[in-house]
Every structure is written in C-alpha cells, then in structure tokens.
C-alpha cells in the first residue's frame, strides 16, 4: 500500500483534521513511499524507534507523537527521537486526542465493553469534544466488583479512592490524565470513575464528591485504542502490523 493511501484511510477514519488537539495529529515524520509492515505502540520513542528499524518497519503508528505544541528546534532530545525514523525512512502516525474520542476505537469505547458496560454514551468535554463514556454496571454490583472486574480485565496495579457509596449502577470512563473531569463524572451521574493517572489535586474534590475512582495507568488505560485500530486495519487486510507492549509505570 502507498503511504498517502493509508494516511488519507487513518485521517478519514478518525477525523484527525476536524479535532483540535495540542498534538499535531496524522502524518507527523514522512518516510518510504511503500508500506508494507506497520507496529503500533502507545507512546513513540527512540528505542521504539530503533526496534522498528530492526524489525523491518515502514510505518509507525502511536498515541503519543513526537511533536507537542510547536517545533522550534531539532537538537538534543528531539534529534535523538528523530533519528531512527529519518536515517531508516519510517514514517510516523500519530492519533492522540482523536484516538481518545473516536465512538468505536477508542481507549474508553473498548474499555466499556471489556467491562460489560451497557447503554454507554459520551460525556465528559475536553477541548470541544466528548472525551469519556459513561454506562450502567450489569446488574446489581458493590464497588469492590467493579474494582475486581478491572483488575482482572485492565489493570491489576491501580490506585483506588473509596469514597462513594458500596453500590455501583454507572461507570464513567476516561482514558489516561483524566482525575481532573472526575466532578463531571459525578454531574453526569457515575457512581464509579475509571481513569489513569492520578492526581494530588484532586484528591480533595474526589471526597467532596463522594465518588468512588480506580487509578489504574496512563498506559495501561490507553493501549487498547491502538489495539483497536490495529485489528480494524487487519480486517480491512491493509497492513501486517503488530503491537509493540512497551508499558511506564505511570
């Protein structure tokens, strides 16, 4: 497949011309004109970047890109991260905030039906866009389910604040940096938030709230919109592509 195919096909399908972002989203470094094998990974980075060009790569696609806000200057760190892709000609995608509120593919979409979430919708407004989903716990359930339940299908290493009440009927979901939307999780009616990192400053407004919420990783959150795009692109027959699991601790 020729690059400007595949990247008016990603651009089409996650609408990265129409959301604003502070990530400039789609083609950010242009490599060879033919792309044959694509990895897909969560955050860009040099050793990302050497493991592409030694397993044969074209393209990159990830959530997290190499430019954020505006380039002044290609030195130092930014070099270093330049490097792999413009000495081995491999291009690099990048979806951030499109990837976080596509309705199907995205982190908090795949998410909710891991869950088992029923009657999800959007909710949660970051720059303009729905950046969350919120849904009903199937059947009567205690709060220590929910976190059981996420444990066992997202992450097992969480960070959890008990403050709501024992009985969980919604969920809100908000992929990564999320804790500061937790009040509108409560206005939208949650019972239980869902996002991944936490945050010293809301803490305080998370037990005024009287809201339960599972910290359970920026990656660990954020892994399965790219995921999502890579099997979309398999059963399109598009790409050979494979997932690169580079998790943080964060």
């Not at 505006?70 to 995608?93: C, D, H, M």
């Not at 809201?211 to 359970?216: P, Q, R």
């Amino acid at each position: 497949m020729q690059l400007g195919e595949l990247v008016a096909y990603l651009d089409q399908l996650l609408r990265v011309k129409e959301i604003e972002d502070e990530s400039p989203n789609g083609l950010q470094v242009e490599g060879r004109a033919e792309v044959r094998r694509v990895g897909f990974a969560v955050d860009y980075s040099p050793e990302l970047g050497r493991q592409a060009a030694s397993d044969g790569l074209d393209l990159l696609f990830v959530h997290h890109g190499l430019i954020w806000g505006s380039l002044r200057q290609i030195r130092g760190v930014t070099l270093a991260y330049l490097k792999p892709l413009i000495q081995n000609e491999i291009s690099l995608y990048v979806a951030h905030l499109p990837l976080d509120v596509h309705p199907e593919l995205s982190h908090n979409a795949r998410m909710a039906r891991l869950l088992g979430l029923a009657g999800v919708g959007p909710f949660g407004s970051y720059k303009g866009q729905s950046v969350g989903v919120i849904g009903d716990w199937p059947g009567p359930a205690d709060r220590d389910a929910v976190l059981d339940k996420i444990r066992s299908t997202i992450s097992c290493d969480v960070h959890y604040l008990p403050f709501g009440a024992p009985a969980v009927r919604r969920v809100a979901i908000v992929s990564g940096g999320g804790a500061a939307l937790a009040l509108q999780a409560r206005e939208a009616g949650a019972d239980f938030y869902l996002t991944g990192e936490p945050s010293h400053s809301s803490y305080h407004q998370i037990k005024t709230l009287g809201l339960n919420v599972c910290f359970a990783g920026h990656y660990l959150t954020e892994k399965w919109g790219v995921l999502a795009v890579l099997e979309h692109l398999q059963a399109q027959g598009q790409v050979e592509g494979r997932f690169y699991d580079i998790p943080t601790p964060f």
